[in-house]
């Protein structure tokens, strides 16, 4: 889409961001990762940050996962499938108290 003078207008409901890693040239990022699989993307040149002036906002994504988050392995198969049973127990009695 094109507005009046022949510049490209966004469609909102495409819009997407991408995290560029802070050594990488953008446009060659864009180039590489972008373009093969959204051929008819752009930069929206227009959105630049207010300290260093350049094209896209700069900031810092933190993983909190790779950080803090410690594995948990899931219970033995046997300790879940003894619990299902009891909660299945429990319901049938339950449901035996229910009047017909």
């Known amino acids: 889409m094109t507005d009046a003078d022949g510049q490209p207008v966004a469609d909102a409901d495409l819009r997407e961001f991408e ?18 699989h959204v051929p008819d993307a752009w930069i929206d040149e227009g959105k630049t940050d ?14 909190f996962n790779r950080y803090f988050y410690t ?21 049938a009695a339950l449901l035996a108290q229910v009047p017909d």
């Not at 207010?50 to 993983?63: A, F, P, R, T």
């Not at 594995?71 to 319901?91: F, G, N, Q, W």
């Open 71 to 91: 594995y948990v392995p899931p219970r033995p198969l046997e300790a879940i499938d003894a619990d299902l049973k009891a909660v299945e127990s429990e319901i």
């Open 19 to 36: 995290n560029v890693p802070s050594k990488q040239d953008i446009r060659d990022y864009f180039a590489r990762e972008v373009l093969p």
């Open 50 to 63: 207010l300290k260093d002036g350049g094209v896209g906002v700069v900031g810092y994504e933190i993983n």
